[in-house]
């Protein structure tokens, strides 16, 4: 099951925000879709994770990309050398062009916005042009605010753009619950009074949430 931190007594200080990260939460999990994509261009399985994840130039391009420092058609071009690719245009929505929604967890997060409850997306950005991660998977409409690192020129785990979410939601941090897949992104959030869920599968974190907050899923499908 998923960890799940409350930080505030719900009884007394019930909650009225959903924040959600985007990549591993409302979406299925990314990695099998990279793998996939990268055996279709005769790259190791792990190569796209691998580069991102641990070359020093890529990290700094990807870092840069998450706060709008660079955008995603320099990115797509300076990433495809470092892969031995010949060819960077839509880079990005090319890697992520298999990758589904979660059903389950935007099932939820429907009935949540039904049962009154207010609705976040928090999201690290990994550009918006030429491919939008946020379109091609259809979730904007589901939010009444959504926060993305590249438009805000910051990124999680700054405490700083936790603190804008909470701001544009109207709501405090005890009556707030955030749902994301990096450990590392979730204190910043408790520190500031927000309950936190970290999304493991699919299915355990929506039965989290259903258990944290009362509100069933209308379906799972």
């Not at 130039?57 to 990807?62: D, G, K, L, N």
């Not at 300076?78 to 979660?102: H, K, Q, T, Y």
């Not at 701001?167 to 500031?192: K, M, T, W």
Request: net charge negative.
């Amino acid at each position: 099951m998923p960890e799940t931190v409350p930080v505030a007594d719900t009884e007394h200080c019930p909650i009225r925000g959903l924040i959600l990260d985007f990549a591993g939460v409302l979406t299925e999990v990314v990695y099998p879709a990279h793998e996939r994509w990268c055996a279709s261009q005769g790259l190791a399985a792990d190569a796209w994770r691998t580069t991102l994840n641990t070359h020093p130039e890529a990290r700094q391009h990807y870092r840069a990309l998450e706060v709008g420092a660079m955008d995603q058609a320099d990115f797509n071009t300076r990433i495809a050398v470092l892969l031995g690719l010949n060819d960077g245009e839509n880079l990005m929505g090319r890697v992520w062009s298999d990758v589904r929604p979660a059903a389950g967890m935007i099932a939820f997060a429907k009935a949540a916005r039904s049962a009154g409850m207010k609705l976040a997306m928090l999201s690290n950005s990994f550009g918006l042009d030429p491919y939008d991660p946020y379109a091609h998977i259809g979730v904007m409409e589901l939010f009444d605010v959504t926060v993305i690192s590249e438009i805000e020129g910051i990124a999680k785990p700054d405490s700083v753009i936790y603190q804008t979410t909470l701001d544009r939601l109207g709501l405090s941090g005890p009556q707030c619950v955030f749902v994301d897949d990096h450990l590392g992104n979730l204190p910043p959030a408790a520190e500031l009074g927000i309950h936190t869920v970290h999304a493991t599968d699919e299915d355990s974190t929506v039965a989290s949430l259903e258990s944290l907050l009362g509100i069933r899923a209308d379906c799972r499908a």
